[in-house]
């Protein structure tokens, strides 16, 4: 019946286990026990981090005034204006 081998494979991993802590001391296991939960809520901090933040509004509203303490900020316009109108009157032929 494959059930019971199953149940006799886990009961000797199970030994196996039991026989591989016999040398470990509680407060040992219970160092453990803390620096596993201590990684877990670092994993849950880091995956939360990595969740896409719900935007709420307009993304291009994050750009509207970057610049506007930069002093060559008017030039920027006015270079990108300039190379938009020569490129409007070009001829390809």
């Known amino acids: 019946m494959r059930l019971g081998k199953e149940l006799r494979i886990a009961e000797t991993d199970a ?3 039991w026989i591989k802590l016999e040398g470990v001391s509680m407060a040992d296991v219970s ?3 803390d ?3 201590a990684l ?3 994993v849950a901090e880091m995956r939360q981090s990595l969740e896409p933040k719900k ?3 307009n993304w291009l509203e994050g750009f509207i005034g970057l610049f ?3 002093p060559d900020f008017q030039e920027m316009v006015r270079l990108g204006q300039e190379y938009r109108r020569s490129q409007r009157f070009e ?3």
């Open 15 to 17: 030994r196996d286990a």
């Open 31 to 33: 160092q453990l026990e």
């Open 35 to 37: 620096r596993v939960s």
């Open 40 to 42: 877990e809520h670092q």
């Open 55 to 57: 935007q709420q509004g």
């Open 68 to 70: 506007k303490d930069y």
């Open 91 to 93: 001829t390809h032929g």
